[in-house]
């Protein structure tokens, strides 16, 4: 149970530190956003925090559940700061809705071909931070926003930050896309290991 909790308190921390990231990026939804994102990361990396994509390229067999607990958690960290988010004066809440309906249209299919890509470059990012080299951190997470990679954390961000009213008319493709950028991560994520080292799975 202990282990369970301190999960869950870890991976809360990892979505805030994330959330942050994201309205940093609502706020300047630029190359100068992009960048400024970086710090949500470099922050989950230096405090060992549990972030979905931080970890699903180094778990075990049999460790599956523990990543979607670890989900779980950031996601509720997401919504604390979008909470936040819903009280600032700047159009975040438009931003979001430019943001989402732009994944949308993109489609489930699309959108986890491309998560595959964020995936890959957060595995990449991390294992050079873990090693206290964390320039690819700065130029990946750059790097997969530019590119349009979705990232299953941030994106539970900005879609917590979108109205009510367009959940409501929406919620049945947002969570059919969200679905589908959380298995490309994760496809991404392993990319190393399916291709390199299949007899780990």
């Known amino acids: 149970m202990k282990d369970i909790i301190d999960t869950l308190r870890s991976s809360f921390m990892a979505g805030v530190c994330v959330g942050i990231a994201g309205f940093g990026y609502l706020a300047e939804k630029s190359i100068v956003g992009a960048v400024l994102f970086a710090f949500g990361l470099l922050t989950v990396v230096h405090y060992a925090l549990k972030l979905y994509t931080g970890t699903a390229g180094f778990i075990r067999k049999g460790e599956v559940g523990r990543l979607f607990l670890i989900l779980g958690g950031n996601i509720i960290g997401c919504l604390a700061v979008a909470l936040i988010a819903r009280c600032s004066p700047m159009p975040l809440q438009d931003t979001a809705t430019s943001v989402l309906s732009a994944r949308l249209a993109t489609g489930p299919l699309k959108g986890g071909v491309l998560a595959i890509g964020c995936g890959f470059i957060m595995t990449t990012a991390v294992t050079f931070a873990r090693q206290g080299k964390n320039l690819p ?6 790097l997969f926003i530019m590119c349009g990679f979705p990232h299953c954390v ?8 979108v109205p009510l009213d367009y959940w409501a008319l929406y919620w049945p493709s947002i969570l059919l896309f969200y679905v589908s950028i959380v298995l490309g991560n994760f496809i991404g994520c392993n990319l190393y290991r399916f291709v390199m080292n299949p007899t780990d799975w």
């Open 154 to 161: 941030a994106d539970a961000f900005y879609y917590l930050c």
């Open 137 to 142: 951190l700065l130029f990946g997470v750059p």
